[in-house]
């Protein structure tokens, strides 16, 4: 900066005092080191993770992970996209008017795709696409996905039926399992009970007993991915569960989310050429995070909620839309 004074950007910040743990304030505007880009956020998206659990960071926490808009300084290092690229991204305090993102965690948005769509994708997208692409070919194979109906589970079943798997939805209600047919699903049952022949891979997103009942379905050689614990509880295992007198099954963890950028372009072509919908089923400004948190914790968002931040959010009109 030429003067003293460091530039400050409206942000939503964690307070523990406020509704929902969340307030606006002004933040200093973050200065981006070699490998990063300044990228005007024009749209972000919320996680239930980053709900449930980022409102207990430390009290100034800048909140937020998922973001798009336009690129207002590209990177001092030459790598990453140029100055005025239409941007989606993995961004630490994404929930501001500008954030500083590495350009390994960046994708240029193609132009067919809306900057909404491509904000409701990095998170929920990166977790689909690599736990899938981790349980091998699955062409021809019976794919059961619990939690189904949320951002991860929609994603999941668009990529699991384009792999040439039998996809199998888990919901918790009838009304959650609306539209997930016409995204891929061959079958839509709620809870596991429905599921009576043993299935080849599981992604697992709700954990506890969800998680112990889905490794009983597992055939002989099968594999779950735990992506989420959605339910919060714990999974308790009986005793020999984990034995069997058959080829080994196996359970992975999921956490990676390192260098996203080139996985977020593939996700964004897909889209691009309408092999993908993002799955948007809150939308508004920011301004009503908290009605946004409140609807994703009650489980009554199919798919993303997405924040319209800055200019985004004065264009459209003050109410909330949903896509289903």
Request: aromatic letters at 4%.
């Amino acid at each position: 900066m030429s003067s003293g004074t460091a530039a400050t950007m409206r942000a939503l910040i964690v307070d523990p005092e406020a509704p929902g743990s969340l307030r606006f304030a002004d933040v200093p505007e973050p200065e981006p080191g070699p490998g990063e880009a300044l990228v005007e956020v024009r749209h972000a998206s919320l996680n239930l993770g980053e709900i449930r659990n980022g409102t207990g960071r430390p009290p100034g926490t800048v909140m937020g992970f998922d973001a798009s808009g336009v690129v207002l300084r590209a990177a001092a290092d030459g790598s990453g996209p140029a100055t005025g690229t239409r941007v989606a991204g993995l961004a630490v305090g994404s929930w501001a008017e500008r954030v500083a993102v590495p350009t390994e965690s960046l994708a240029a948005v193609p132009d067919p795709v809306d900057l909404a769509d491509a904000a409701a994708l990095p998170v929920v997208g990166i977790t689909a696409l690599r736990t899938l692409r981790a349980a091998g070919n699955v062409l021809g194979k019976r794919v059961l996905i619990t939690g189904a109906s949320g951002g991860v589970g929609r994603i999941a079943v668009q990529l699991a039926r384009r792999a040439g798997a039998y996809v199998i939805a888990s919901v918790g209600s009838p009304a959650r399992g609306a539209g997930l047919r016409e995204l891929g699903a061959d079958e839509v049952v709620v809870g596991l009970e429905p599921v009576e022949q043993p299935v080849d891979v599981v992604l697992e997103n709700v954990g506890g007993p969800s998680l112990v009942t889905a490794w009983n379905l597992l055939a002989p050689g099968g594999n779950l991915q735990s992506i989420g614990w959605a339910s919060g509880e714990a999974a308790l295992f009986p005793v020999n569960s984990t034995i069997a007198l058959a080829e080994a099954k196996s359970l992975n963890s999921f956490g990676d989310i390192t260098r996203p950028g080139p996985d977020i372009a593939t996700l964004l072509g897909l889209v691009a050429r309408g092999e993908l919908s993002p799955e948007i089923g809150w939308r508004g400004s920011w301004e009503q995070v908290t009605d946004a948190a409140d609807a994703l914790l009650g489980r009554r968002v199919p798919g993303k909620a997405v924040l319209d931040i800055g200019s985004a959010a004065s264009a459209r009109p003050a109410a909330p839309t949903t896509t289903r």
